[in-house]
């Protein structure tokens, strides 16, 4: 089992729509949990992070984290061509450690 | 505050040369990574450094990999005797106790070609 699981995609939204983004993680210490952007080519960029059960607003951008079922997701509302890319769901043990990557899910969001 | 830059940002070599890539983290981060990222996966961890102290190492560094980072300030990841596996985008990033809860922040990349 990998230490931190996504699905591959592609997931196909159309623009306007809510694309949705689940990671898993099997190692129950995990304390902190981030979600990178990375366009083709590029290196990642950080979207959002997250550390307490719940919600979190960012824009365009929510991010839920389920310790009790390790699991972390991403909402992406108003899907916009320009969010075509592969997001990577990472996490990590302790603050400056390093941080453990999904494989990336990469979504298209179609005009 | 410039970003994480790193270099050269493609590199192609023959293989069993050495290679070296060079990082330098936004000032002032004290924690610098580096990771390897091969088509279609996510970024592997390969080595961390708090300032010039290296408090980490991947099994996926062998023998031939090597990284220092002499004044805490810049890093440097040598490759020796290069084989076509090691083919990949390295990437850099930096970090700050003070920043964000330790987010880590990345370079562009050196992309290395092994023919």
């Known amino acids: 089992q990998k230490e931190v699981e996504q699905n591959s995609g592609p997931l196909s939204v159309p623009e306007g729509a809510i694309a949705s983004l689940n990671c898993t993680y099997s190692?129950?210490?995990?304390?902190?949990f981030f979600w990178y952007r990375q366009y083709s080519g590029k290196s990642p960029e950080l979207i959002m992070s997250?550390?307490?059960?719940g919600d979190k607003e960012d824009g365009r951008f929510t991010a839920q984290l389920n310790k009790a079922s390790q699991y972390v997701s991403l909402l992406i509302r108003d899907s916009q061509p320009s969010d075509s890319a592969t997001y990577l769901c990472?996490?990590?043990?302790?603050?400056?450690?390093?941080?453990?990557f999904g494989g990336g899910t990469r979504v298209l969001v179609k005009p | 505050d410039t970003g994480v830059s790193q270099d050269p940002r493609h590199k192609i070599t023959k293989r069993g040369q050495n290679v070296t890539f060079r990082c330098d983290p936004i000032?002032?981060?004290?924690?610098l990574y580096w990771y390897r990222q091969t088509l279609g996966q996510g970024p592997e961890f390969l080595t961390y450094?708090?300032?010039?102290?290296?408090?980490?190492k991947s099994r996926l560094l062998s023998d031939r990999f090597s990284a220092e980072r002499p004044k805490g300030s810049f890093s440097t990841l040598e490759i020796q005797r290069t084989e076509q596996g090691d083919s990949a985008m390295y990437l850099c990033?930096?970090?700050?106790?003070?920043?964000?809860?330790?987010?880590?922040?990345f370079g562009p990349g050196t992309r290395l070609t092994v023919l």
């Open positions: 990033a930096s970090s700050s106790p003070e920043a964000p809860s330790d987010t880590q922040y």
């Open positions: 190692d129950r210490v995990s304390q902190s």
């Open positions: 997250i550390y307490s059960n």
């Open positions: 990472a996490v990590t043990k302790a603050a400056g450690n390093k941080l453990t």
């Open positions: 000032s002032e981060h004290n924690r």
């Open positions: 450094f708090q300032n010039e102290a290296q408090l980490e």
